[in-house]
């Protein structure tokens, strides 16, 4: 991938008339709680480390121990399978994995006591969209949750 970091007068004419892709449930939950519901960090290391970190929760355990609930106990492997384009969300992400027995594997709902059928799906959007859902049995007061990333470079060495 590459990334081409354009001159800032082109921002006026180029950067205005584009806008990010946002999926319709975010652009729901903004339009109900406002802006508050959202949040954006520039951070001070490059696309990759950002990807890699961010993408791979099985780090969760370990370098966030002790954050809310997590536990170095609910580390362990993450049995993710590919889905083929027909299992794929109605979104029709580029890429998208199921987290196999997300209830007892995904440390996210091990840390809060998640339901015996809870499920964790990653998909990937082109071009630097990435999509936590996290889905509880009807009846939860939070049956579906997201943790929505777009990892975008702003410059060399920054995210």
Known sequence: MVFVWADLASYEEIGKSISPPIFRDLERLIESQGEVSCFMR????????????????????????????????????LPFKMLSQQQKSDDNPLFEAF???????????????????ATTNLGFYDPCHVRYTRNKPPGNPNPKNYVVLYMCPTSSTKS
């Open 99 to 117: 987290l196999e027995n997300a209830s007892s594997t995904d440390p996210a709902h091990l840390s809060m006591g998640g339901p015996s059928n």
């Open 42 to 77: 520039d951070l001070p290391y490059g696309y990759e480390l950002l990807g890699e970190n961010l993408l791979d929760l099985s780090h969760l355990p370990y370098s966030h121990h002790s954050v809310g609930s997590l536990d170095r106990k609910f580390g362990g492997p």
